[in-house]
């Protein structure tokens, strides 16, 4: 499982780190009883052509004995690109533009850039509901919302972030602030949000 966290770092500031990463300990998800940290390994995220190597440390819990990884915000559950880029470039398609325009200024794959697209078209309702809902638990309202799914999907984003930043003074875009509440799922390949029932 993976426990999100939230970092005010950027992608090469975070790897720049290295071992020298300070993580905050969290508690077990499952039984409420501190972690310990039980080893790390290193992901990649690809900043435009480079690709840079983040150390993510592991928690476990001696009572139940589960592991968690501790993944920071700015990136999403089995994605290579961080949630920023992939943010960005579905706003900017849901505005108009097209996948192979962005792949091209952002030096990817148009599959790549079509895929994200395709994601969060299909699952724009899902992650509407759950969005809102954090917002309206966190204590703002909620506007009229655009017509369209995916710009719905977007507005719900926002509202969100907004909610957590007023509600707990973090800083960070939309799109990472949002993938936290997500549990590192807004963007993720193949698993849903943590609000979906097994």
């Given at each position: ?195 979906i029932a097994a």
């Open positions: 499982m993976t426990i999100v966290w939230h970092t005010d770092m950027t992608a090469r500031e975070y790897a720049a780190a290295g071992e020298d990463l300070e993580v905050p300990r969290p508690d077990c998800p499952d039984c409420v009883r501190a972690m310990v940290f039980w080893g790390s390994y290193d992901r990649p995220v690809r900043i435009g052509t480079i690709e840079l190597r983040l150390r993510i440390r592991r928690a476990m819990c001696k009572s139940c004995c589960s592991s968690h990884a501790l993944l920071p915000d700015l990136v999403a559950v089995g994605r290579l690109d961080p949630v920023e880029v992939i943010g960005e470039a579905v706003a900017e398609m849901a505005s108009g533009a097209t996948a192979g325009a962005i792949a091209r200024r952002i030096s990817l794959p148009y599959t790549t850039v079509r895929d994200w697209r395709r994601r969060l078209a299909s699952r724009a309702r899902l992650l509407s509901a759950g969005l809102l809902a954090a917002t309206v638990a966190l204590g703002d309202l909620v506007g009229l919302l655009p017509v369209g799914e995916v710009l719905a999907a977007i507005c719900a984003v926002t509202a969100a972030a907004h909610a957590c930043r007023r509600r707990f003074a973090i800083n960070g875009s939309d799109w990472t602030v949002a993938n936290l509440v997500a549990g590192g799922h807004l963007f993720s390949a193949n698993t849903d949000p943590p609000w």
